[in-house]
């Protein structure tokens, strides 16, 4: 796909610390950056400022309030989409995934321009145990929700997105505001037919990193999030189940 114009969104909430390194990183890729700030404080804001300000492929969008990264990440495709841009690669701003293992995506990307390309975390020795547990959770809900074993992991803070396809179904299912919109947006594409394909990405969990996940809240906002997407499933159940059979 010789047409294809793809840039990357990265969700920021007060990881001043880490933001200029994970750019620093990034610039390898030669793709222009869309920071969205999601209402982060003071020193954060400050930082993004001058990072926008210094590089000109760096670009900052900024939200009036914290809204939580799913928000974040649909503002960044839908500000995408709008400048023009064909995919946007989403990436998480601590800096925790391998940069190196991500020109794999933009050359799948060429090659199959209407698949959502999904990240699977390949972790080492730094990623705490109660995560990776907790982890296979998700997984296991979203395969009953999926009636379906293609999506591997759907938390992983690494994808391709075709914008051309994703934005119409954001403005139809927004997909969540907090941590359930990684998983949601996966089903989802499922459920309407889109194609997915996996990628290896080594992820490392850094020793200072910044951890937004609230225990009770975004616990809550998982369940309520697995229960709604159990109930469309049963919906569907039989035109996926038909999908399965169908060479």
């Given at each position: 796909?010789t047409?294809?114009?793809?840039?990357?969104?990265?969700?920021?909430?007060?990881?001043?610390?880490?933001?200029?390194?994970?750019?620093?990183?990034?610039?390898?890729?030669?793709?222009?950056?869309?920071?969205?700030?999601?209402?982060?404080?003071?020193?954060?804001?400050?930082?993004?400022?001058?990072?926008?300000?210094?590089?000109?492929?760096?670009?900052?969008?900024?939200?009036?309030?914290?809204?939580?990264?799913?928000?974040?990440?649909?503002?960044?495709?839908?500000?995408?989409?709008?400048?023009?841009?064909?995919?946007?690669?989403?990436?998480?701003?601590?800096?925790?995934?391998?940069?190196?293992?991500?020109?794999?995506?933009?050359?799948?990307?060429?090659?199959?321009?209407?698949?959502?390309?999904?990240?699977?975390?390949?972790?080492?020795?730094?990623?705490?145990?109660?995560?990776?547990?907790?982890?296979?959770?998700?997984?296991?809900?979203?395969?009953?929700?999926?009636?379906?074993?293609?999506?591997?992991?759907?938390?992983?803070?690494?994808?391709?997105?075709?914008?051309?396809?994703?934005?119409p179904?954001?403005?139809?299912?927004?997909?969540?505001?907090?941590?359930?919109?990684?998983?949601?947006?996966l089903?989802?594409?499922?459920?309407?037919?889109?194609?997915?394909?996996?990628?290896?990405?080594?992820?490392?969990?850094?020793?200072?990193?910044?951890?937004?996940?609230?225990?009770?809240?975004?616990?809550?906002?998982?369940?309520?999030m697995?229960?709604?997407l159990?109930?469309?499933?049963?919906?569907?159940?039989?035109?996926?189940?038909?999908?399965?059979?169908?060479?």
């Open positions: 796909m047409d294809a114009r793809a840039c990357i969104v990265v969700p920021v909430f007060n990881h001043e610390g880490a933001i200029v390194g994970t750019c620093e990183r990034l610039k390898a890729l030669s793709l222009p950056i869309l920071l969205v700030d999601d209402g982060s404080h003071a020193i954060c804001a400050d930082v993004l400022d001058k990072l926008a300000l210094r590089h000109a492929h760096i670009h900052l969008i900024r939200l009036a309030q914290n809204s939580g990264k799913g928000a974040a990440v649909r503002a960044g495709l839908f500000a995408a989409f709008e400048r023009g841009y064909t995919h946007a690669l989403q990436v998480d701003a601590d800096g925790q995934h391998e940069v190196d293992d991500l020109p794999g995506l933009l050359e799948s990307m060429r090659e199959t321009p209407r698949t959502l390309l999904v990240g699977i975390p390949e972790f080492d020795d730094s990623v705490p145990m109660h995560r990776f547990i907790c982890r296979y959770i998700t997984h296991v809900w979203v395969w009953f929700n999926t009636l379906s074993l293609k999506i591997v992991d759907s938390m992983c803070g690494v994808r391709l997105y075709p914008l051309a396809q994703v934005a179904m954001l403005k139809r299912y927004p997909c969540g505001d907090r941590m359930d919109f990684d998983t949601e947006v089903v989802r594409w499922h459920w309407l037919g889109g194609d997915i394909q996996n990628h290896r990405i080594r992820v490392r969990y850094p020793q200072d990193g910044v951890s937004h996940f609230r225990l009770w809240r975004d616990n809550v906002i998982l369940a309520r697995h229960c709604r159990t109930l469309g499933m049963l919906v569907r159940a039989p035109s996926l189940l038909f999908r399965k059979r169908t060479p």
